[in-house]
Nanobody
Framework: QVQLIESGGGLVQAGGSLRLSCAVSERTASTYAMGWFRQAPGKIREFVAAKGRLGITTSYADSVKGRFTISRDNAKNTVYLQMNSLKPEDTAVYYC????????????????WGRGTQVTVSS
């Protein structure tokens, strides 16, 4: 069964940058569309970004467009989320997710979830 393991979270000042990584346990990571979600305290989990299986199709939440970039390296079975110009409102637990189709990610119904990594942005 595929496992998703996030890393790279931490504490950063507003305006700073972080890069999250998600390691996919299976050798055939390209089988899945991959994405990132986040959940802030007291809020529901929300979609952040997704990339299709071959890395061609990409989707972002409006709140992160122009600041976050999702990428994937299928040879390394890893997905990344580069986060720039971070704001205090980006503070959340960030979750890696996988699905057979990117549409499952954009509508919030992936089949696989990681355990999450905390990102805290101080003002």
């Amino acid at each position: 069964q595929v496992q998703l393991i996030e890393s790279g979270g931490g504490l950063v000042q507003a305006g700073g940058s972080l890069r999250l990584s998600c390691a996919v346990s299976e050798r055939t990571a390209s089988t899945y569309a991959m994405g990132w979600f986040r959940q802030a305290p007291g809020k529901i989990r929300e979609f952040v970004a997704a990339k299709g299986r071959l890395g061609i199709t990409t989707s972002y939440a409006d709140s992160v467009k122009g600041r976050f970039t999702i990428s994937r390296d299928n040879a390394k079975n890893t997905v990344y989320l580069q986060m720039n110009s971070l704001k205090p409102e980006d503070t959340a637990v960030y979750y890696c997710a996988a699905a057979l189709q990117i549409a499952e990610l954009t509508r919030g119904t992936p089949s696989k979830w990681g355990r999450g990594t905390q990102v805290t942005v101080s003002s």
